[in-house]
């Protein structure tokens, strides 16, 4: 029984290690790309898939505030939604230009994809 649950385990154990290799962190400067419709947000992912920039992408395709290429600055713990912060805490810190960035991630504010630059 706990074999059938192997498979989803080892499809998390790459980001369970990458989570493990990571220092604790309290905050982390992060970007987002807001959308509230699901194709929008499908659609930019596709265009970082075809490896255009992060800010870009941001810039094009963000309907929130941080429209400056995403940057949210350095938010800490606590002061993010539930989901999003998951997330952001889980990433490796990458450049908008050879993003690591999230799968969407569904809130109350739409679909996020997340990127993160530093963590301290």
Not at 73 to 85: A, K, L, T, Y
Request: aromatic share 6%; proline share 5%.
């Amino acid at each position: 029984m706990g074999k059938k649950k192997a498979p989803k385990q080892n499809s998390n154990n790459d980001d369970s290690d990458a989570v493990q290799k990571l220092k604790a962190a309290n905050s982390v400067k992060v970007r987002h790309i807001l959308c509230e419709k699901h194709s929008k947000a499908t659609e930019a992912l596709q265009k970082l898939a075809e490896g255009v920039s992060f800010d870009k992408v941001a810039e094009a395709y963000s309907e929130d505030k941080a429209k400056a290429g995403g940057s949210l600055g350095w938010m800490i713990r606590g002061s993010m939604v539930g989901p999003f912060q998951e997330v952001a805490f889980a990433l490796p810190p990458s450049t908008t230009s050879q993003p690591h960035y999230s799968p969407l991630v569904k809130t109350n504010f739409g679909y996020h994809i997340i990127m993160v630059e530093d963590r301290k």
